[in-house]
């Protein structure tokens, strides 16, 4: 049974690098899948990994038909056994119900991958729509990690170096650029809603108002 798979979780936690897995695997054993992204960092009709892995895509825009697409591609005598979609948190919802009329009347796996939260914590609105509608959720098994150790599972993105709350939900970005105008870092809740990135606490680490005070000093 075709089905509509969400792999979800935070940035920079190896979404695109299973998305681009899956494709090897499947594009292995002779099968062809069509493979879509939306504004990844390695720029238009790509779908890129931190790992330096890089495959071509097709650039699914803001009113693009994922179902006319596939409709088109098969009529043309293209042949496509599956579907994969990174960075689906930035498509609209109804490019999501397009992804599920894939499965269900084209009958073709439909991976899709995106985060599920923007930066102030809110559902991006592909991400739920996909939650609404996707016959299986899968969290990826290696965790992103805060700062603290524990598992990340909020992004926080930093202006200047400075986490912010407030502002554009899309600003394509990096994890690990902090020097970069706008920069993105994964955190655990506990650090999200303190506003405690790594540079922070640092900060506040070296702050003599936390320092012990030595009575006798
Ligand atoms: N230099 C490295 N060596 C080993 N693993 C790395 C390295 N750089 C990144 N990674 C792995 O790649 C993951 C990010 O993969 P990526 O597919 O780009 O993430 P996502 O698409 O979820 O943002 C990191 O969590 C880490 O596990
Ligand atoms: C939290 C957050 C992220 N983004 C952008 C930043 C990146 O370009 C992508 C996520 O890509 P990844 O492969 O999962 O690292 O999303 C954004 O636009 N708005 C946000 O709030």
């Known amino acids: 049974m075709p089905e509509l798979v969400f792999f979800s979780g935070t940035m920079d936690c190896g979404k695109s690098t299973l998305a681009l897995q899956i494709e090897h695997n499947r594009s292995a054993r002779g099968l062809q899948g069509l493979i879509f992204t939306r504004n990844d960092r390695a720029g238009e009709g790509k779908l890129s990994s931190r790992l330096g892995l890089v495959t071509d895509s097709v650039e699914a825009g803001e009113g693009f038909d994922f179902y006319a697409h596939v409709v088109a591609h098969l009529s043309a005598g293209g042949r496509a056994d599956y579907v994969i979609c990174d960075e689906a948190q930035f498509l609209a919802p109804e490019q999501i119900d397009q992804l599920a009329r894939v499965v269900d009347d084209l009958e073709l796996d ?4 995106g985060i599920t939260t923007d930066f102030r914590t809110r559902l991006f609105p592909g991400s739920q729509r996909l939650v609404e509608l996707a016959d299986r959720i899968e969290v990826l098994q290696v965790e992103a990690l805060c700062w603290c ?6 992004n926080a993105r930093t202006i200047g170096g400075h986490m912010v709350v407030e502002g554009e939900q899309i600003v ?3 994890v690990g650029q902090p020097e970069t ?5 994964v ?21 003599p108002d936390v320092l012990p005070v030595d009575p006798d000093a």
């Open 110 to 113: 439909v991976f899709a991958f």
């Open 149 to 154: 150790g524990a598992r990340a599972t909020h």
């Open 172 to 174: 394509v970005g990096d």
């Open 181 to 185: 105008v706008v920069g993105y870092e």
């Open 187 to 207: 955190l655990c809740r506990r650090h999200h809603r303190r506003r405690l990135t790594s540079a922070a606490a640092r900060a506040a680490a070296l702050s």
